[in-house]
Structure formats: C-alpha cells, structure tokens
C-alpha cells in the first residue's frame, strides 16, 4: 500500500450518479461516483483510472498541475480491483465512456486490493481455464464479458414472469427437502433431516400438480438437484428450473405456451439488452411460430437412415443428433409422443396403440435439451398402475396418491433450464458460465 493511499470507511459518502448517467450535461456540478478500478494508466503527468459499476464505465482523470500534489499522488498508488469513491467535477472528453470524464477533487479508498488478479478482467476472452477463473468467481464475474451474460440471464427472468403473469399465472415455492424421489431413479443427493434420511428435490413435478387442484395456473423458478456425475458442458447439480403447470391442458396447449415464451423473451431481449448484444456482438437465435415438431418414430427413422445403430426405444442423445444433416433442428424445434417406458411415472400414455406412447415432448435447441413437458395422468388408478411398471412403491407416494381421491384437474406442464436457455441465447459453450456459482461432480465451493 503506498503513503497516501489509505483505506476508510464510507462515513458520510453516497454516490450521486451511476456510470450511465455521467455526461458532458452535467455541467459545472460536482459529484460522487464508487466503483472498483477495471484499469489504470499511467501517462507520467496523466492518471487514467477507468472504474466500473453496476452500469458499465467511467473514466476518471488526474493530471499534475491540475489537482492537488497529493491527489496526483493517491491516483498513481491506486491498484486494479481496488474499491473506490470519488468527488469530482464533470467535462467533456470525447474519447472517454459516455463522452465525459471526471476530473477528481477528493478520492476515497474503501478497500485496496493486495494482490493482482491471475487473469484479465477487461476483454472477451480469458486465457485461463475456468476451473482458474470460478476459484475466485467473485472477481471473474467483474469481466465485462460475464456482465452482459448475467445482465441477459436478468432479463429472461423478468421477462418469464411477466409473460406468465399476463398469462393468469400465480408463482409459487415448493420444498426442496422432500421425503421421497419426486421422478424414482438414483440421481438423489441424500440428506440428514432431523432423525430420518430425505432428498434435494429433482424438480417440483408432484407440487406443482396438486397446486394446479387450487390456482389452476402455477409456475416456480427455482433450484433443482441431479446427482448425475457427469462432466461435461451442459451438465450441472444445481441447476435453475423455470417449471409450468397449468390445469385443464394436455401437452399440445403448453408446447404453445412454452413457443410464445421463448419468442417473448427473445423479443425482450432485443429491446432492453442492446449494449450487451452489441458488446457481445450476438445475433439472437431466429424464432418464429410455430417451433418445427418432429415425432419421436420420425427421428428413429432418420437417424436409422443416416447409419445410427438405434432402436426405438432407446434414448436420443445429443451425439447421435449431431448426425442428423436438417438445418431446422440447429434452432428450437419439439421432439414428440415418445415412448411411454422412457418418461416417468406421471406423464400420461396416449389413447392409441396400447398406451405404447405417450403425450410428452422435448424442447431442444440443436442438439441440446432445453425443457421436457407433457400431460399428466390425473387419475390415481393409472398412477399406480404405471408406477409399479416402473418398479416404485406406491406407499411411498402415499401424500401425493391421495389428493387424486378429491378430483385433480386433467393438468399438463413443463420444466425449462435457465442455463441450457442461456447456453442457446448467448452461445455461452461451458454452461459453468452461465450460473454465478456452479455445482458439479468436482466443486462444491466457493
């Protein structure tokens, strides 16, 4: 740390103006921008300390001669990433951000950074591999370029909640300690809960289907845990769970329903994140209605076709997809009526062909799996029937089983993932990137 430059407390400080709103308007005014410094240049007799906020950057301009010795002096011993404040007056400077910069009068530090970070913040890119970056994912998500990300990743949240709203949708928040497996399988993370063992939640699939029995129209955004030990880069533990239900539909009414939201989102993006498209330089996925629907049989037999050993039955991964030459499936499209033995317990077997498929599909973009939706079954003879099939005990189901004795709507839905949206819409290729602190197979901190 030099001699001048001291760290203080805030005291009597407030910030009156964000980086967005400094401009050559502000005239003779002073006033008081904080931040931390993105960059410093030393000119000699010239300081350039770039600071950043929550709205983007300002620059701030020591000039020997120009403000005090001491001043001038603190300027030099300023360090990247060290959180500032500063009074000053406002002038034009055409090369600066927004085509003004502040001249400073007083400067402030709140905290002065100790050590240099070990990757860039500024730039689109980063040399280092992510593993580097998300130790110290507080600072990594200081890069501009993860700013805009999260800055979309905002908008696509409130632009899901409004367009539910408008819709008649009421939010809610179901437990994510739950007592039994809400799909079966083993992808459980087990926890102590009190005297007895219980679960992570997988989603709120059984939640959201007795809510629809009161409000009819119900979504969540929340956490949803796999304990899938996967590595890759679509894959994580804890992910984000955009999940829709709504009563009297079957899966056709919520795959129209889903298409108008991700073409919502897709507008609302272009209208309020245009900085962060252009400093992306991002062109939004093309969306149009309807989204291309293709059966299940249907793709069997193409990728039959193009040499894929696969039978029907067997689940499409993202690799045999890639085989797949059809330059409709590089955007969204539905995969649909798939086989009833490969969803779960609840989606509901189809009138024909013996219940050998069923009313569900998948939202892919690509090759990548958005969202999986169907209808649900609504009678409790059924449910049991196809959980035993699938080798469940139906006792252990029994707070879910009972509620169908007191008339359960016929009801249909969808899970959508936040990240894997996020990877389509911004091309983001690890989906680490687009969740501020990742769990997988290999982190648990920070």
Same mark, same amino acid.
């Given at each position: 740390m030099g001699e001048l430059l001291e760290e203080q407390d805030l005291g009597h400080w407030r910030r009156t103006h964000y980086s967005s709103e400094i401009s050559p308007s502000i005239g003779d005014n002073e006033v008081v921008v904080m931040g931390w410094v993105a960059s410093v240049r030393d000119h000699g007799n010239i300081q350039f300390i770039i600071l950043k906020d929550m709205h983007g950057e300002l620059q701030i301009t020591a000039k020997k001669g120009e403000c005090s010795d001491s001043l001038f002096q603190m300027a030099k011993e300023v360090k990247e990433h060290s959180s500032i404040g500063v009074r000053g007056k406002v002038r034009p400077q055409e090369k600066a951000p927004n085509g003004a910069e502040i001249v400073p009068v007083e400067l402030k530090a709140f905290s002065v950074a100790k050590k240099a970070a070990p990757f860039l913040v500024q730039g689109k890119t980063s040399p280092v591999g992510i593993d580097t970056r998300l130790d110290l994912r507080a600072v990594d998500l200081r890069r501009n370029y993860l700013g805009s990300i999260f800055r979309i990743r905002q908008t696509v949240l409130n632009s899901v909640r409004e367009f539910l709203a408008r819709q008649k949708f009421i939010e809610v928040n179901t437990p994510k300690m739950i007592a039994t497996a809400t799909e079966g399988g083993a992808a459980l993370f087990p926890i102590f809960y009190y005297d007895r063992e219980a679960y992570l939640a997988q989603s709120p699939q059984l939640y959201k289907e007795q809510l629809t029995m009161a409000f009819e129209s119900v979504f969540e955004i929340g956490p949803i845990f796999r304990a899938e030990p996967s590595r890759t880069n679509r894959h994580l533990s804890e992910a984000i769970s955009i999940d829709v239900e709504r009563a009297f539909s079957d899966y056709n009414d919520v795959m129209a329903l889903l298409e108008r939201m991700i073409v919502n989102i897709v507008d609302t993006i272009k209208e309020r994140n245009q900085d962060d498209l252009k400093y992306l330089e991002l062109q939004l996925p093309a969306v149009s209605l309807p989204f291309p629907k293709y059966t299940y049989s249907d793709l069997i037999d193409k990728l039959q076709e193009a040499?894929?050993? #696969? !039978?029907?039955?067997?689940? #499409?991964? +993202? !690799?045999?997809?890639?085989? $797949?030459?059809?330059?409709? $499936?590089?955007? &969204?499209? @539905? #995969? #649909?009526?798939?086989?009833?033995?490969?969803?779960? @317990?609840?989606?509901? +077997?189809?009138?024909?062909?013996? /219940?050998?498929?069923?009313?569900?599909?998948? =939202?892919? &973009?690509?090759? =990548?799996? %958005?969202?999986?939706?169907?209808?649900?079954?609504?009678?409790?003879?059924? $449910?049991?029937?196809? %959980?035993?099939? !699938?080798? $469940?005990? +139906?006792?252990? @189901?029994?707070?879910? =089983?009972?509620? @169908?004795?007191? /008339?359960?709507? +016929?009801?249909? /839905?969808f899970g959508l993932g936040l990240e894997r949206l996020m990877m389509a819409l911004t091309k983001v290729e690890n989906i680490r990137d687009a969740t501020l602190y990742p769990r997988d197979i290999d982190r648990l901190a920070p």
């Open positions: 040499g894929e050993r #696969i !039978q029907w039955g067997d689940d #499409i991964s +993202p !690799q045999v997809m890639k085989s $797949l030459q059809d330059e409709r $499936l590089g955007g &969204f499209y @539905f #995969i #649909i009526d798939w086989p009833t033995s490969t969803k779960p @317990f609840y989606v509901k +077997p189809g009138a024909a062909d013996n /219940g050998r498929v069923c009313e569900s599909f998948d =939202l892919m &973009f690509g090759s =990548l799996e %958005m969202s999986s939706g169907s209808t649900r079954i609504n009678r409790k003879d059924q $449910l049991v029937e196809r %959980m035993t099939k !699938q080798g $469940l005990k +139906p006792a252990a @189901f029994d707070y879910h =089983l009972r509620v @169908f004795d007191y /008339g359960v709507p +016929p009801h249909a /839905g």
